[in-house]
């Protein structure tokens, strides 16, 4: 007895459901980390600290400007010269650094990673990063909201720790940081889109082998 053609078209809702699952839980994980964040996630209370903030370009134009807003409690020590971007230090009244500017250009797809060294506050349980990325056309993109919002700022955790008696400024990222760092360029981004792609393809071809049941 020939099977109905509406039993024979739940495999196939089967396989496109799973195919669509498997290439949203690779891809969802990479867009959450496409945005300008400050790494190490976390440093001991008190201690020099190399920090890194990677900036991501998310649009279609480039980024031409981003802009960092130092905590009042976390002192700024010095910078790294990137090549290709103008740095200019914010500083108060007292000559305290309250942020930090950077000119330049960023294409489409691509990264950058601003280094710079601050001391740690001695207490409080996080720092929180304000960020303010300029693309090409004058779109700001403020990252200052809260954890879990579409434009989170970066947040680092504060720990209990033996403080560093100095910083490493060579530009070389320290080995004990190296896992904290998240994989956060656009590799992983780049290997989801990829394995959605790949993933759609073999679904169509599966389809057109399979095609339509005759009785």
Do not use: C
Not at 51 to 77: C, G, H, L, M, Q
Not at 139 to 156: D, F, L, N, R, Y
């Amino acid at each position: 007895m020939p099977m109905s053609s509406a039993f024979r078209s739940v495999p196939r809702r089967a396989l496109v459901g799973a195919t669509l699952a498997v290439a949203a839980a690779l891809l969802l994980p990479s867009l959450a980390n496409a945005h300008v964040s400050v790494w190490p996630k976390s440093a001991a209370h008190g201690s020099y600290e190399r920090y890194v903030v990677r900036v991501p370009n998310e649009k279609d134009v480039a980024t031409t400007r981003v802009e960092i807003r130092f905590p009042a409690e976390v002192r700024i020590s010095s910078f790294l010269d990137v090549a290709g971007w103008k740095l200019e230090v914010v500083t108060d009244s007292a000559g305290k650094i309250t942020g930090a500017v950077w000119t330049g250009n960023l294409p489409p797809k691509r990264f950058v990673e601003f280094p710079f060294v601050a001391v740690n506050p001695k207490e409080g349980e996080r720092v929180v990063w304000p960020a303010f990325q300029t693309y090409a056309g004058g779109t700001i993109v403020e990252w200052t909201g809260a954890e879990g919002s579409k434009t989170p700022a970066s947040v680092t955790t504060l720990t209990v720790g033996p403080a560093t008696a100095k910083a490493d400024t060579t530009g070389a990222a320290p080995a004990a940081n190296t896992s904290n760092s998240g994989g956060g360029s656009s590799l992983p981004l780049y290997t989801s889109l990829a394995a959605l792609a790949l993933a759609l393809a073999s679904l169509g071809l599966s389809l057109r082998r399979t095609g339509p049941e005759r009785a």
